[in-house]
């Protein structure tokens, strides 16, 4: 009887280990993926910011905003005093004309 039970507790322990090594090994490849499509939406959102910036620096806020409007981006579109907001890209103006994309 003695032997049953030691019997059955090892094999739930033993299954329970498998299964959290299984897990450990799972969120950890999936860590490193999200991990690299981070990297990798950084670095785009970099090369689009110069970009942006190198085509539409000079340009003054209305011409832009009416761009972005153009596309269909009004409801990612935020206005506030020298500054204008595509999402989390923040275009900075100064006397009307842009500076700086952030």
Not at 34 to 44: A, P, R, T
């Amino acid at each position: 009887m003695k032997f049953k039970i030691i019997l059955i507790i090892l094999i739930i322990s033993l299954l329970s280990n498998v299964f959290l090594l299984y897990n450990l090994i799972d969120r950890s490849i999936s860590l490193a993926y999200s991990g690299q499509s981070v990297d990798n939406y950084s670095n785009d959102l970099s090369l689009l910011t110069a970009v942006v910036k190198g085509e539409l620096k000079g340009k003054d806020k209305k011409y832009i905003q009416q761009q972005l409007m153009g596309e269909g981006l009004n409801d990612s579109l935020l206005i506030k005093n020298n500054a204008m907001y595509l999402g989390n890209t923040e275009f900075i103006f100064n006397d009307g004309i842009l500076i700086d994309v952030k």
